[in-house]
């Protein structure tokens, strides 16, 4: 079955993004295995590490997309796919109607100019020898975009955007401290004003409080300019506040794809559901009520993923089945219109995790 079925829970409060297709963004059978060599003079590939292995998932304009999953899952590979700051080894990336898959990188900076990517760590993304001024108006310049106030007065505009003050024009990036410096990385991604946003976990090296902040400044822009997100984090309860769809994905395949209330609430695959019971909890007695999923072993090697169902291994559900038929990302009986599970066996939704269960962080409203 495709993957394209209605999104569900699309916000309808921001202005539309010009596309001439119904999605901006279309990602069909994505892959991205990096090989393995031996030898020293003449080397030759033993294998291949494979991080991405074919996802299929869509992006509606102006909507964000949530992308879970534990550490090494592909997560992040698949944000740089998506931007082509990794070549792929197989499927496509469609984007506002145009396969970006195999652009040259001269034409790969016209679409550049409508998809940003906002930086995990903000320590490393900002040039140090650069002031904050430079970092900004460098990605204009590049393009030839010219604002009639000039590229100081746009970059000072964006800098107020973004919560910060318009005088740290001539500031180098180590004057400022981790949540700021991510304000400046979010202030370049919208200079160009793109149409699509690549996130990758922009709020996991700060603080609580910072992330709250930073996290609601996204949110007040993607209502504010139509920007649709590809949001890329491991906190669940970062992601139930800021996206509307979420896909989850374990060793390199996306497990479920669905809107934001019927995945948290009727989780579908056994994989989801052990994540959703690992959420923290600030309420005893909700802890108390709550079944906890402790997975058995460990991640199993991308370099060499079990057979059929990759989550087969560590899975309570797994039969004779689910080694020797991959189950396809499809919609199982009972669930809502655009909620897909990759699952032989998934599971019914009234064992799944219960809404009052999931708590967020005050600080996330």
């Given at each position: ?42 080397q ?6 494979r ?9 509606g304009?102006?909507e ?32 506002d ?30 040039n ?16 030839g ?33 981790g ?49 649709a ?43 989801t ?11 005893p007695?909700a ?45 199982a009986e ?14 019914e ?5 219960r ?11």
């Open positions: 079955m495709s993957t394209t079925e209605p999104r569900t829970g699309q916000s309808t409060d921001r202005p539309a993004a010009e596309n001439t297709g119904e999605n901006l963004l279309e990602v069909r059978g994505l892959q991205k295995h990096f090989p393995i060599r031996q030898g020293i003079i003449f030759r590939q033993v294998g291949a590490v991080a991405v292995d074919g996802i299929d998932f869509s992006v304009p102006g964000s997309l949530g992308l879970v999953g534990e550490s090494g899952c592909g997560k992040s590979t698949t944000g740089r796919l998506i931007t082509r700051l990794l070549e792929p080894t197989g499927g496509s990336v469609v984007f109607g145009e396969d970006i898959t195999h652009r040259s990188p001269g034409r790969m900076q016209e679409a550049r100019r409508n998809l940003q990517m906002i930086f995990q760590d903000p320590y490393s993304s900002l140090p020898r650069h002031t904050v001024g430079t970092i900004i108006e460098t990605p204009m310049r590049l393009n975009i010219n604002p009639p106030q000039g590229h100081k007065k746009r970059a000072q505009e964006l800098l107020e955007t973004v919560g910060l003050n318009p005088e740290h024009y001539n500031r180098y990036p180590n004057e400022f401290s949540g700021q410096r991510q304000r400046i990385g979010i202030a370049r991604a919208l200079a160009l004003r793109p149409k699509l946003i690549v996130a990758d976990e922009p709020v996991s090296a700060l603080d609580v409080s910072i992330q709250a902040q930073v996290v609601n400044l996204l949110q007040d822009l993607q209502r504010e300019f139509g920007i997100f590809v949001f890329i984090a491991h906190d669940l309860a970062v992601v139930r506040h800021f996206s509307e769809r979420v896909a989850v994905m374990y060793l390199g395949k996306i497990v479920e794809v669905a809107g934001r209330e019927s995945l948290y609430t009727r989780p579908r695959h056994p994989y559901h052990a994540l959703l019971s690992a959420v923290p909890e600030a309420d007695d802890v108390k009520r709550r079944e906890r999923i402790r997975l058995a072993g460990d991640v199993p090697s991308p370099i060499d993923p079990p057979s059929g169902c990759r989550f087969r291994t560590r899975c309570w559900k797994a039969q004779d089945r689910c080694a020797t038929e991959e189950p396809p990302l499809a919609r009972g669930s809502p219109t655009g909620h897909l599970t990759a699952c032989h066996f998934p599971e939704p009234t064992v799944a995790a809404e009052e269960d999931i708590v967020l962080d005050p600080a996330l409203g």
